[in-house]
């Protein structure tokens, strides 16, 4: 009888985890944030929630995704034995991602792209710091 409860304890402890996953690019962070908090997600996760569109609102891109189940998410997975399982995503756009110190290499009419990323490359060397190319 005692370890019967003892492992229920444990498996109690055990279930109560929360899903949490940060995704982080290296671009610098905007303050901009798309969240979701119910992204629809089904049979345990198998089938996944739609893909979130930043395209229209990141335009430098992104810099952070964040998932995680929130403890309303958990508990809607346990209320419907796991057929549906939403999650929370959170999406940090990034901010500009040139700065004006950092050089930037345009590719002329009459100039490859080899020659320009060449170039690049000597120039990131050089200076030790990031070089941009420009079509």
């Not at 990034?94 to 009459?110: E, F, H, L, N």
Request: glycine share 6%; net charge neutral; hydrophobic share 45%.
């Amino acid at each position: 009888m005692r370890i019967r409860r003892v492992a229920a304890l444990i498996a109690a402890f055990a279930l109560t985890g929360c899903y949490h996953a940060v995704i982080q690019t290296g671009r610098p962070e905007s303050t901009d944030v798309i969240s979701i908090k119910w992204a629809n997600g089904f049979i345990y996760g198998l089938v996944p929630p739609p893909v979130v569109e930043t395209a229209s609102r990141c335009a430098n891109g992104v810099a952070k995704v964040e998932t995680q189940h929130s403890f309303l998410n958990g508990l809607a997975g346990v209320i419907t034995f796991g057929i549906y399982t939403p999650i929370q995503i959170d999406v940090t756009c990034a901010s500009r991602a040139t700065s004006s110190a950092d050089p930037v290499i345009k590719v002329q009419p009459g100039r490859t792209a080899e020659q320009a990323v060449t170039e690049a490359v000597r120039l990131a060397d050089e200076r030790d710091t990031s070089v941009y190319i420009q079509f």
